[in-house]
């Protein structure tokens, strides 16, 4: 099964700071017959199932603040936060869904305001 | 409005079974993979099974193959899971979640509420 590890696992950022949160894939998750990376990242605030953020680990879900941007390739992504606001505190998940399933998330990243 | 509404969770003893049910709306329920995501207390998201649109393709955590049972009725917009010989392991919050895409790529766009499940004795 494909590894996936979120680091840091949490982090404190000043509301209106920049937040980053990197996973890293134990093996790539590039599909080359479409050039699409096979990785999402969800927001889950307590209490509250997960919610998409990003999928194809650029692309915004609909109705995703443009605050939320997702990059990366291969084996290393990066979710990052602009003009953090109280809202954004949540723990923040990766997930792979390369190939067949299992699919597998990264152990999550826990986002406060410092 | 997509809504997905998991039931059937509770208390059950370690070796007992379970059915849980989701029962899914506002969308073509026969055209989406369907997909049982848990979360044990204070822990992170495992992904546990899922199902082509069909049904006829079905995948297991390891850590479930064998024990769990994953099903659908495209008739009656209802995803099931059938859980047998439950480990205390097994406790946990289990999320019903949609695939965003009718192709079945595995990304997950809704997510019900979830449902309870303790296997204690």
């Known amino acids: 099964d494909i590894v996936m590890t979120q680091s840091p696992d949490s982090l404190a950022v000043s509301l209106g700071g920049r937040a980053t949160i990197n996973c890293k894939s134990s093996q790539s998750v590039l599909y080359s017959s479409n050039n699409k990376n096979y990785l999402a990242w969800y927001q889950q605030k307590p209490g509250q199932p997960p919610k998409l953020l990003i999928y194809?680990?650029?692309t915004r879900e609909f109705g995703v603040s443009d605050r939320f941007s997702g990059s990366g390739s291969g084996t290393d992504f990066t979710l990052t936060i602009s003009r953090l606001q109280a809202e954004d505190v949540a723990v923040y998940y990766c997930q792979q869904y390369y190939s067949d399933p299992p699919y597998t998330f990264g152990q999550g990243t826990k986002l406060e305001i410092k | 409005e997509v809504q997905l509404v998991e039931f059937g969770g509770g208390l059950v003893q370690p070796g007992g079974s379970l059915r849980l049910s989701c029962a899914a709306s506002g969308f073509t329920f026969s055209s989406y993979a369907m997909n049982w995501v848990r979360q044990a207390p204070g822990k992170g998201l495992q992904w546990v099974s899922g199902?082509?649109?069909?049904?006829?393709?079905?995948y297991y955590a390891g850590s479930v193959k064998g024990r769990f049972t994953i099903s659908r009725d495209n008739s009656k917009n209802t995803l099931h899971l059938e859980m047998s010989s439950l480990r205390v392991d097994d406790t946990a919050v289990y999320y019903c979640?949609?695939?965003?895409?009718?192709?079945?790529?595995?990304?997950?766009?809704?997510w019900g509420q979830g449902t309870l499940v303790t296997v204690s004795s």
């Open positions: 199902i082509n649109s069909r049904g006829v393709a079905t």
């Open positions: 194809w680990a650029s």
């Open positions: 979640a949609k695939d965003r895409s009718t192709a079945g790529y595995g990304d997950l766009d809704y």
